[in-house]
């Protein structure tokens, strides 16, 4: 399986000099060495007295190691089409994904979080030590972030959760089977692997079934009446220009008095022209009755109409989407206090602001041509998404990395195994910082893949596959449907490729592959790990 290779656009797109960032690769290399060790200092004095120093070192290494390829790979996923799209530079989303990924994480990234994954792997079926806990889960963790790592540099989007649900099947059988467990398979949800497997089918259809409808939407309503304005305005004004010239022609052959009368009724009708207060009846020369009537055939094409009309109520529909995002699934784990009508009510405050915001956007932008206009307004709405899906992202998937390593961390404390777990503030900051690493260092790939080489795309039909993913991530979750964020946005990409015929499905067969592939192979390294370490510790 190949990785994409970037076209000489793409090239221009992500190019990244060594020279302009080899400040930029010092000052992460750098911030990541020195939250290691402020992390690593602050976690002697947390761990209990007896805990081993070598698994706490080592532990912290694997967590913050996935953190880092989360962030090369599943966040890369999330800002590809911000980036693809020209909206974002990846600096400007390194930025965002900096601010609302950590805030995600320390804000809604709750208070504890769940030791023992139940919903995949049911330890408790097993006599299981508190030591063999800790093998698993830090084997769970380098196998998924040694995947994870395979997959960003071939430019892959893989699920993150899958790969960690992957790592800990994997090395929660082998300790199961080594340590002579009579029901180690009995601990595997298969009936959830099973969901597992019809979410690769089901998430990337749906994302790109959704994506495919607005897009089209989009295109009829909005961009196709731009093109025919536009034509129109252009067609108007090569008419303009023959006739400003035709009309110099015929100045230039009128006799002198004839030109000083007509030119004095050129003076006079420039007047009016400029007070804006006059008839056409009332203009002296043709020159002027002519613009004038283009100027009126001008205004009646009104080529702004579609943008006045459906963006404001596109981009009021979307933040009422993404604001239900955040309420019902990166706030979740906040205890708001909200009743449902309190909900609703912030939903609409929220939806009539972005309507309102939107609205008097568009009429600042009228005096900008309108393909300029069209590329700012859908350009800001999805800054939005792009923000709302990092917070969110940043609240919830972020767990993946600190689910396990708190299980780890909390044995080293209290030498137990118990079913929840705090999770410190230091935690969720340094994995934040990892996770942000992860992006500048090794997204690039995968932000190359989602965002130029499974289909172009531009802010428009960017706004459209995010806003889309964030719709049938919310329905699935009302639902109740197995599927992955991750899978949804590729599905969406691709139904803006299939709107525009320009979908790679070759590239689209080659991470197919990696999908399948993602869980039985972290399983198998995961199995070989957490052999590893039972021998050596």
Not at 23 to 43: C, D, P
Not at 501 to 527: E, Y
Request: net charge neutral.
């Amino acid at each position: 399986m190949a990785s994409p290779k970037p076209s000489s656009a793409e090239q221009i797109i992500f190019k990244d000099a060594t020279e302009r960032n080899t400040g930029w690769n010092i000052a992460f290399s750098l911030l990541l060495a020195v939250t290691f060790v402020i992390f690593a200092k602050w976690g002697l004095g947390y761990i209990g007295v007896d805990a081993s120093l070598p698994v706490f070192f080592l532990a912290s290494c694997f967590g913050l190691f996935m953190a880092f390829n989360i962030g090369g790979n599943d966040v890369a996923n999330s800002f590809g089409t911000s980036v693809g799209s020209g909206t974002l530079t990846i600096k400007q989303a390194l930025l965002i994904a900096a601010v609302f990924e950590v805030s995600g994480a320390i804000i809604a990234g709750g208070q504890v979080t769940e030791t023992v994954r139940s919903g995949i792997v049911d330890l408790e079926t097993i006599d299981i030590s508190p030591n063999d806990l800790m093998f698993i889960m830090m084997s769970s963790l380098l196998a998924a972030a040694i995947w994870l790592l395979f997959a960003s540099k071939m430019g892959y989007p893989v699920s993150t959760t899958h790969s960690i649900v992957g790592g800990i099947v994997g090395a929660a059988l082998m300790v199961g089977f080594v340590t002579g467990q009579d029901n180690a398979l009995d601990m595997v949800q298969w009936g959830e692997i099973g969901k597992i497997a019809v979410s690769w089918v089901l998430s990337p259809l749906l994302g790109g079934l959704v994506s495919y409808g607005m897009y089209r939407w989009i295109k009829k309503y909005i961009l196709q009446f731009n093109e025919q304005a536009e034509a129109a305005l252009e067609a108007l004004g090569t008419k303009r220009k023959e006739f400003v010239m035709q009309h110099r022609h015929s100045f230039e052959v009128l006799s002198d008095l004839q030109g000083v009368s007509y030119t004095e009724a050129l003076s006079r009708d420039s007047k009016r022209v400029s007070s804006g207060d006059f008839e056409l009846d009332e203009l002296e020369s043709d020159y002027f009755k002519e613009l004038e009537l283009m100027d009126r055939e001008a205004k009646k094409i009104d080529a702004h109409r579609a943008l006045e009309k459906w963006v404001p109520a596109l981009a009021s529909f979307g933040a009422l989407v993404i604001a239900s995002m955040l309420i019902f699934k990166g706030l979740s784990n906040l205890d708001l206090a909200l009743s449902m009508s309190g909900k609703i009510v912030i939903l609409a405050m929220v939806s009539a602001v972005a309507w309102m915001a939107t609205s008097i956007l568009v009429r600042l932008l009228k005096k900008k041509s309108l393909q300029r206009s069209t590329f700012l307004v859908f350009a800001w709405m999805q800054v939005f998404t792009a923000s709302a899906f990092a917070f969110s992202h940043g609240s919830n998937d972020i767990a993946n990395a600190i689910g396990p390593f708190v299980a780890i961390l909390d044995v080293l404390r209290t030498g137990n195994v118990y079913e929840t777990a705090a999770i410190p503030t230091i935690v969720m900051i340094a994995f934040g910082v990892a996770l942000v690493g992860g992006l500048w260092f090794t997204g690039r790939n995968v932000i190359r893949t989602v965002g130029t080489s499974l289909t172009r795309m531009h802010p428009s039909s960017g706004f459209a596959a995010e806003l889309s993913a964030a719709m049938v991530v919310m329905g699935a979750s009302v639902l109740g449907l197995p599927v992955s964020s991750t899978h949804i946005l590729i599905g969406a990409v691709l139904g803006i490729g299939v709107a525009n015929r320009a979908a790679n499905w070759k590239l689209m067969k080659s991470i197919g592959v990696t999908w399948v592939v993602t869980l039985p192979a972290v399983s198998a390294m995961s199995a070989l790990v957490v052999l590893g370490l039972r021998a050596i510790f």
